[in-house]
């Protein structure tokens, strides 16, 4: 099995419902995503995806994201932008754009890093 991973980032604000604390306060971060897929086998030039692909693919759905309040996007109108919750969009997002275009390709997970110190991560 072989597995990769691309780092990428996007700048959004949230705020969390039903939150006793500084978190229920309108407050951003620079959110740090790292996805990881996995595969068996690899193409004719001895990769299983290029870099560069999977990262557009990541960064095509965090344009979703970047430079918004996440609790105005339609993902997050009933759940709280919460880093597991934002992991899981993510998650959901990446795997169906990438079953079209590399079907053998399956997302492993995603971890969203709202700062160095704190994350979370989502998968199947």
């Not at 691309?6 to 996805?35: D, T």
């Not at 309040?69 to 959901?92: K, R």
């Amino acid at each position: 099995m072989f597995k990769l991973s691309v780092r990428s980032e996007f700048a959004a604000a949230h705020f969390l419902r039903n939150y006793e604390g500084s978190c229920e306060k309108l407050h951003g971060h620079n959110w740090k995503v790292i996805l990881t897929v996995e595969g068996e086998k690899l193409n004719s030039t001895g990769l299983l995806v290029d870099f560069k692909a999977l990262k557009s693919i990541l960064n095509e759905v965090l344009e979703e994201l970047d430079h918004r309040l996440l609790n105005d996007h339609p993902a997050f109108f009933e759940v709280n932008p919460s880093s597991e919750n934002i992991a899981l969009f993510i998650f959901t997002k990446v795997k169906e754009k990438l079953s079209q275009k590399f079907p053998e390709v399956r997302v492993k997970e995603v971890s969203v890093y709202e700062s160095e110190k704190a994350w979370a991560t989502y998968s199947e």
